[in-house]
């Protein structure tokens, strides 16, 4: 692989290893209880306790949202490009198999139990299914249209709109999801959090794309800018990197930013530990893992941030073999950035 592309695969690899290393220790919003069940340092895979979330999944298996995000690598490697009409067909796949309820499949989050009830129940269009959580599900998986489409930027911010709202239509969720994204891509792009959020905002001008979202049900006057979105990661490495703001140990910052569950917990803490541990995707993504709360959303972030800055061969390797069906998701994830 050359550079750019072995970035992009970071990427993606990097958003399933955050993912499935989150999977046993998640929501743990006590954190003496987190260390009593996992240890004082959790750095491996590990499989869910009895009776909590994601029970019966296995260490480096994947949850529900790395199961989407496999389904939109899937769609795209196979159909050649981005074809939502294939992806949303794969999710229905997949929402036939659950009732709705939190338990079923690999624990079913709010904002998906909000699309299976509109789709299933009300038969509600794809365009208009999206939930108003305030969850980070859709932005986990924008790295897979970031690693496929950073070198265009008209389509890169289409799709990633386009693909957000299908489960987040909250505006302002759906705005911080999609800058998320366009970060990734300009990492990969060879940027570093320092100068990305200025590149996304100029080829934003040059290519006549308007960092705005604008939901199915808003209207054309009433469109949401999610410009302060695409500047946080740049706001996030000054102060990783002003000496009079220091957080030790670093982990304990996921108490600042918070703990739960909401996007705009999430971003930040994640843009914080990428431009801490710059090029370091072991301190990088554990540091978002061992804060507790949503560390599984918080580390797959992290974990595709990192991933575009090390690319796949500065990911640890026990982490790539850890992780179930590796080698598989790395055969797509070559094929979708391969030129």
Known sequence: MDVPQDRAVGAILGTFIGDALGVGPHWYYDLDQMRKDYGEWIDQYTAPKPNRFHAGLQAGENSQTGQVTTLLLESISEQGEYQESDFTRRLDSLLNTLNGNPGSGRYTDHAMRDVWHARKKQGVEWTQAGSLADTAEAAIRTPVLAACYFKDFGNLIKYLESNVLLTHRDPFIAGQSTAFGLIVAGLIDGYDLKEVSQVVIRRAGRSNAPLVI??????????????????????????????????????????????????????????????????????????????????????????????????????PEYLIEGLSDHERLIDMAKGITSE
Not at 220 to 228: G, H, L, N, Q, Y
Not at 237 to 259: K, M, N, T, V
Not at 268 to 287: C, G, H, K, Q
Not at 297 to 313: F, K, N
């Open 214 to 315: 604008q939901p199915p049900d808003v209207k054309e006057d009433t469109r949401v800018s999610f410009t302060d979105a695409v500047l946080q990661p740049s706001w996030s490495y000054q102060a990783a990197h002003d000496p009079a703001i220091r957080i030790e140990p670093a982990w304990s910052a996921c108490r600042l930013f918070g703990l739960a569950c909401t996007v705009g917990f999430m971003l930040p803490a994640a843009y914080y530990f990428t431009a801490r541990f710059e090029n370091d995707f072991y301190n990088a993504v554990m540091s978002a893992l061992n804060g507790g709360g949503n560390n599984m959303a918080r580390a797959a972030l992290t974990g595709a941030l990192a991933g575009a800055q090390v690319g796949l061969s500065g990911i």
